[in-house]
T-cell receptor
Framework: DAKTTQPTSMDCAEGRAANLPCNHS???????VYWYRQIHSQGPQYIIH???NNETNEMASLIITEDRKSSTLILPHATLRDTAVYYC?????????????FGKGTKLSVKP | NAGVTQTPKFQVLKTGQSMTLQCAQD?????MSWYRQDPGMGLRLIHY???????DQGEVPNGYNVSRSTTEDFPLRLLSAAPSQTSVYFC?????????FGPGTRLTVL
């Protein structure tokens, strides 16, 4: 599975959009981009995933560049409860869905 | 649905003791896994199972055993606890795109 690079930390003002970048320059054609987050002391929570098209759900939007070498997770109106570590993970879809490789992620701090 | 449940929430062991961390899911997922998370680090895969009777090693399997006799349960056994196994342990089950994680067990080995 491809390796990802994320900033160590980011700040965002409450009510503003949080844009979290992820580089995955070695991604292969059949690998998906997944985002999870971990709120302090809790188990990670799935947010969204995508292959090449932009995706949106009730939690967030995922923008993947045309060359698929990077992506951005967007939380459109960040709240204090969105303060968490966000993990960008690249892996093949389906099959043995485990073996998620978690890096250190981006620590997002949403400030009032 | 209760989702993924883990017991106990907290545990303190002495070096050399053994114990079993329990994990159960009620979503009928075939795939289950165990991770550990050390302070300031991401999660690392210990063992996983693709279905009842089938288990395999992950990235850091040494010192841990697993078995999968039913779809619902996936216990993790520490054979002889060591201080290096002090960590937070997460169990997860998955279906297609999404992994569902339990609340974790905080283990301290003295």
């Amino acid at each position: 599975d491809a390796k990802t690079t994320q900033p160590t930390s980011m700040d965002c003002a409450e009510g503003r959009a949080a844009n979290l970048p992820c580089n995955h320059s070695t991604i292969s054609g059949n690998e998906y981009v997944y985002w999870y987050r971990q709120i302090h002391s809790q188990g990670p929570q799935y947010i969204i995933h995508g292959l090449k098209n932009n995706e949106t759900n009730e939690m967030a939007s995922l923008i993947i560049t045309e060359d698929r070498k990077s992506s951005t997770l967007i939380l459109p109106h960040a709240t204090l409860r969105d303060t968490a570590v966000y993990y960008c993970i690249v892996k093949h879809y389906g099959g043995s869905q485990g073996n998620l490789i978690f890096g250190k992620g981006t620590k997002l701090s949403v400030k009032p | 649905n209760a989702g993924v449940t883990q017991t106990p929430k907290f545990q303190v062991l002495k070096t050399g003791q053994s114990m079993t961390l329990q994990c159960a899911q009620d979503m009928n997922h075939e795939y289950m896994s165990w991770y550990r998370q050390d302070p300031g680090m991401g999660l690392r895969l210990i063992h996983y199972s693709v279905g009842a009777g089938i288990t395999d090693q992950g990235e850091v399997p040494n010192g841990y055993n697993v078995s999968r006799s039913t779809t619902e349960d996936f216990p993790l056994r520490l054979l002889s606890a060591a201080p290096s196994q002090t960590s937070v342990y997460f169990c997860a089950s998955s279906y297609r795109n999404e992994q569902f994680f339990g609340p974790g067990t905080r283990l301290t080995v003295l």
